[in-house]
T-cell receptor
């Protein structure tokens, strides 16, 4: 059974204070690892897909990296608008996407 | 132009009632899903439909039934609602087999059973 564990559960940062979120996973065969952002009262919004170890993706202040056992979401010089819950999910199924989600990391960036 | 739309956004109902949540996508995706997000914010898949065929059905009570009149719609019917059904239900869609963007989610329906 696929498992996704995210840490920490919650993270408070001062504006400009860089940090990383962790997503460790156990799957039979990784077809893709996804990062989503979820704002209160809204559905998750796609950020990145990573397919193989060593791959990196960047978007503004966010950078996602992937190893064989975990993924990191690095946040550089965060701003208050980066506050949200960040969800990690893996797809290991044959056929249609069958995403297994972690419980998320709630990020709060304080001005 | 909303990609995945769900209605209603909020639903408050009494125990024992039967209710439906509607979902529509205009992305031309092949597969649609229903996810449940509980009070701990954990997203768990309930169902998915691909070309009108149910292809995932996790351990969900029989009181829940998905219905897809066509490729763009996947509705969720819930019979004999229970207190434990209170949660946020998300509809999502994806391009089957391809598409590096994973799912596109709707904005959710917050169901409260009293």
């Amino acid at each position: 059974e696929d498992q996704v564990t995210q840490s920490p559960e919650a993270l408070r940062l001062q504006e400009g204070e860089s940090s990383s979120l962790n997503c460790s996973y156990t799957v039979s065969g990784l077809r893709g690892l996804f990062w989503y952002r979820q704002d209160p009262g809204k559905g998750p919004e796609f950020l990145f897909t990573l397919y193989s170890a060593g791959e990196e993706k960047e978007k503004e202040r966010l950078k996602a990296t992937l190893t064989k056992k975990e993924s990191f979401l690095h946040i550089t010089a965060p701003k208050p608008e980066d506050s949200a819950t960040y969800l990690c999910a893996v797809d290991s199924g044959a056929g249609s996407y069958q995403l297994t989600f972690g419980k998320g990391t709630k990020l709060s960036v304080i001005p | 132009d909303t990609a995945v739309s769900q209605t209603p956004k909020y639903l408050v109902t009494q125990m024992g009632n039967d209710k439906s949540i509607k979902c529509e996508q205009n992305l031309g995706h092949d597969t649609m899903y229903w996810y449940k997000q509980d009070s701990k914010k954990f997203l768990k898949i309930m169902f998915s439909y691909n070309n009108k065929e149910l292809i995932i059905n996790e351990t969900v009570p029989n009181r829940f039934s998905p219905k897809s009149p066509d490729k763009a719609h996947l509705n969720l019917h819930i019979n004999s609602l229970e207190l434990g059904d209170s949660a946020v239900y998300f509809c999502a869609s994806s391009q089957d087999e391809t598409g590096p963007r994973g799912y596109t989610f709707g904005s959710g329906t917050r169901l409260t059973v009293v």
